[in-house]
């Protein structure tokens, strides 16, 4: 089965630049999950899409990141202006989506892509 | 809202050594808990998971974790380590009554094991 793809892999622009990230889930995962994750730290979830529904989106800060899941599969991340604090690696990931399990189901990563603002 | 601590940042273990990493929650409500881990050049990938009964819950490589409710802790064990657990690792948590599926990350924790 194939994993989560994300693309590039790793970017390099200057601050004030826009940047977008692309994800593709797994096959049949209803869930996507952007995460942000700062050197040295764990994770922090960004936005979850449900199909092509945002779920929470409570953490994405909306003055300069948005994101889409068009068609309810593929997703873009996409960041303008970005500063210097955005440097870190995006995590996108995917799962079932089985909220009725009470969110049992695992979630999937792909590669990342590891953002550098200079 | 909830938060997870891991306080060991870094660990150096020899091979054969036993292993147990810390991982508290914040929490006080229902939880399910995760501990995930990342190979060096590899994505994150599942370990372990808990949502209820047993709280002594056993992963993959060997590895187990005990969810301590009074404690609000979910330590990771491993008792022989090998050079191939070379990773990092972190605990994560959530809220299965909650409308999203917002997993919260612990900082990790990097393990090196020496040959």
């Known amino acids: 089965e194939a994993g989560v793809a994300q693309s590039p892999r790793y970017k390099i622009i200057e601050k004030r630049q826009s940047v977008a990230f692309w994800c593709n889930p797994i096959?049949?995962?209803?869930?996507l999950y952007w995460y942000q994750q700062i050197l040295g730290q764990g994770p922090k979830l960004l936005i979850q899409?449900?199909?092509?529904?945002?779920?929470?989106d409570s953490q994405l800060p909306k003055d300069r990141f948005s994101a889409e899941r068009l068609k309810g599969v593929d997703s873009t991340l996409k960041i303008q202006p970005a500063k210097l604090e955005d440097s870190a690696v995006y995590l996108c990931?995917?799962?079932?989506?089985?909220?009725?399990?009470?969110?049992?189901?695992?979630?999937?990563f792909g590669p990342g892509t590891r953002l550098t603002v200079l | 809202a909830q938060s997870v601590s891991q306080h060991n940042h870094h660990v150096i273990l020899s091979e054969a050594a036993s292993l147990e990493l810390g991982c508290n929650y914040s929490?006080?409500?229902?939880?399910?808990l995760f501990w995930y881990v990342q190979y060096p050049g590899q994505h994150l990938q599942l370990l372990l998971k808990?949502?209820?009964?047993?709280?002594l819950v056993k992963g993959i490589k060997g590895f187990e974790a005990e969810f301590i409710k009074s404690k609000f802790s979910f330590n990771l064990r491993k008792p022989s380590v090998q050079w191939s657990d070379t990773a990092e690792y972190f605990c994560?948590?959530?809220?299965?009554?909650?409308?999203?599926?917002?997993?919260?990350f612990g900082g990790g924790t990097r393990l090196m094991v020496k040959p």
């Open positions: 990931a995917s799962s079932l989506g089985l909220q009725l399990s009470g969110w049992q189901d695992e979630q999937f």
């Open positions: 096959s049949g995962h209803a869930t």
């Open positions: 899409f449900q199909n092509n529904g945002v779920v929470d």
């Open positions: 929490y006080g409500g229902t939880v399910n």
């Open positions: 808990y949502f209820s009964g047993d709280p």
């Open positions: 994560a948590v959530n809220n299965p009554d909650n409308a999203g599926n917002m997993l919260t």
